[in-house]
C-alpha cells in the first residue's frame, strides 16, 4: 500500500470515528440545551401560578386541559421533574411524552401541591430536526476536509513519486547523470540532492569495478596463453620421462581450469553489473537445438542417451550471448554429472511454451540441496569442475525473473531443472 493511500485510510478512519462521536454529541447536547428551556418554561408557569394564586381562588387558575393542577397538600415536596406518558386527547391509542414539574408551596397558611406538564414531542421533533440538520452540516463539512486533505497530500507528495520513478530510470553502466525534479519543500529537495551525490558515487564506483574486472581478465587470459603454449611446446619434446610428462601434463590442466575459472568469474561480474543490456527476441528452439547438436558427441562419449522434446518458434526477449551461456552450462552440467549404476544413462532435453527441463540421470548431491547454485560448490568426485556453471544459470535467471527451480527423483535417480517461461 503507498504512502498516499495509507495516509488516505487514516483520514478516512479518523474522520468517521470523530463524524460518530460528534454526531451523537451535537445530538446529546441539543437534547440537554432543548430539555433545559423546557424546565425553565415549567418553572416559569410555576412562579406564574404562585403568583395567581395569592390573589385568585384556586378554581380559577386550571385551564381547559386541567394545567396547571393545584391541590391541598399535608406533605411538603421540593421542585421535582420528571418525564412521563400520557394518552393523546385525539387519539387515546397514542402515549405522548410530558415533561412535569411538582412543587408545594405555603400560601395564606395552606399547602397547595402545584403540578405543572409540557407537552415534549413537539420539542423532540424540533431536537431531531435540528440535529440531524446539524450532524448532516457537519458530515459534509468533515468529507470536504478529508477530501481536500488528501488532494493536499497527494499535490505534496507529487514531487517524492516524481523521484521515485527517475530513480528506477538510473542506470549505473549510463554516462548520463541523473536529473531529479526540483522541488520547494526542503526535505524532498535533500533528498533529492543526496540521491543525486548518491548516484554519482555509484556510478564512478561501477565505472572504476567494471574496468578493473576488464583490465584483470584481459591481462590474466594473456600469461595464462603464454604459459599454455610454452608447456604445449614441452609436451611435444623428444627428451620427456614419462614423470616429467605426467608433471606437465596437470600443470596444463590446472591451466586450463584457471582460464576457465577466470572467464566464468568475469561473466559473472558482468552478469551482476546488467552489461548485457542488448536484449532482444532470441528463438529459444532454433538456440536449443544448435547447442544439443553441438553437446551430441559428448553425450556419446558418455553413453547418454538423448532424448529431445522441442516446440519449434518458442522466443524469449532476453541477451542472445546470455541465452546461450544459460543453455550451454545446462547441458555442460547434464553431459558431466550424467550417468547410470548400470553403465548408461540418458539426458531429457524439453522446451514448451511454459517451461524449458534438462533433466539427467545420475547419483544423489553429495552436499545439501540449498547449496546448488551457490559459487564454488561442486562434486568432490569432479575436481576438474570450477563450481560456477549453475551459479552463472541462476544469476541469469534471476536477471530475466525466469523462476529456475530443481528436483531430484530418487526411484528414477533423475535430476532435472526447469526454467519456467513467461507467458507468450
Not at 397538600?73 to 410530558?98: G, M, Q, R
Not at 529537495?189 to 581478465?217: G, I, V, Y
Not at 542488448?278 to 562419449?301: G, I, R
Request: glycine letters at 4%; aromatic letters at 8%; a neutral charge.
Amino acid at each position: 500500500m503507498s504512502l498516499l493511500s495509507q495516509t488516505a485510510r487514516y483520514l478516512i478512519s479518523t474522520a468517521f470515528v470523530i463524524a460518530l462521536v460528534g454526531s451523537v454529541g451535537f445530538y446529546a447536547l441539543i437534547h440537554h440545551a432543548i430539555r433545559h428551556e423546557v424546565d425553565e418554561i415549567l418553572m416559569t408557569q410555576v412562579s406564574q401560578t404562585i403568583h395567581k394564586l395569592r390573589h385568585q381562588p384556586t378554581s380559577t387558575l386550571t385551564d381547559w386541559d386541567n394545567n396547571p393542577r393545584i391541590y391541598r397538600s399535608n406533605t411538603p415536596v421540593k421542585p421535582t421533574f420528571a418525564d412521563i406518558t400520557v394518552p393523546d386527547s385525539l387519539n387515546h391509542n397514542e402515549l405522548i411524552p410530558i415533561r412535569q414539574l411538582q412543587q408545594t408551596v405555603l400560601i395564606h397558611g395552606k399547602l397547595y401541591l402545584i403540578t405543572v406538564q409540557q407537552p415534549y414531542y413537539e420539542f423532540n421533533e424540533l431536537s431531531r430536526e435540528i440535529s440531524a440538520g446539524v450532524i448532516v452540516g457537519f458530515l459534509l463539512l468533515m468529507g470536504l476536509s478529508v477530501t481536500i486533505g488528501i488532494g493536499l497530500s497527494s499535490r505534496l507528495w507529487h514531487p517524492f513519486y516524481a523521484t521515485i520513478n527517475q530513480l528506477g530510470a538510473v542506470r549505473l553502466d549510463s554516462s548520463n547523470e541523473p536529473v531529479f525534479p526540483d522541488s520547494t519543500i526542503r526535505e524532498f529537495s535533500l533528498l533529492n540532492r543526496s540521491l543525486r551525490e548518491l548516484t554519482q558515487k555509484l556510478q564512478r564506483q561501477f565505472s572504476l569495478q567494471k574496468q578493473f574486472a576488464e583490465n584483470a581478465s584481459h591481462e590474466l587470459q594473456t600469461p595464462l596463453a603464454v604459459a599454455s603454449a610454452e608447456l604445449d611446446f614441452l609436451l611435444q619434446s623428444d627428451h620427456l620421462i614419462e614423470t616429467d610428462y605426467d608433471h606437465l601434463q596437470r600443470a596444463t590442466d590446472a591451466l586450463a581450469r584457471l582460464s576457465q575459472l577466470n572467464r566464468s568469474l568475469l561473466l559473472l561480474t558482468q552478469v551482476e553489473n546488467n552489461q548485457f543490456a542488448n536484449d532482444e527476441s532470441v528463438d529459444m528452439s532454433e538456440l536449443l537445438t544448435q547447442s544439443v547438436d553441438e553437446y551430441e558427441p559428448f553425450f556419446q562419449h558418455r553413453q547418454l542417451v538423448v532424448e529431445r522434446t522441442i516446440t519449434p518458434h518458442i522466443h524469449l526477449r532476453m541477451n542472445r550471448q546470455l541465452a546461450r551461456v544459460l543453455l550451454t552450462n545446462l547441458l555442460k552440467n547434464a553431459a558431466r554429472h550424467g550417468s547410470h549404476a548400470k553403465g548408461s544413462g540418458s539426458v531429457n532435453v524439453a522446451l514448451t511454451t511454459n517451461a524449458l527441463t534438462i533433466a539427467n540421470t545420475g547419483e544423489p548431491l553429495p552436499f545439501p540441496k540449498h547449496q546448488l547454485f551457490d559459487r564454488f560448490v561442486k562434486n568432490p568426485a569432479r575436481p576438474d569442475s570450477t563450481g560456477l556453471g549453475l551459479a552463472l544459470v541462476k544469476q541469469i535467471c534471476d536477471r530475466y525473473s525466469l523462476p529456475l527451480t530443481y528436483t531430484y527423483d530418487t526411484e528414477r535417480r533423475e535430476h532435472s531443472f526447469r526454467i519456467e517461461l513467461p507467458a507468450r
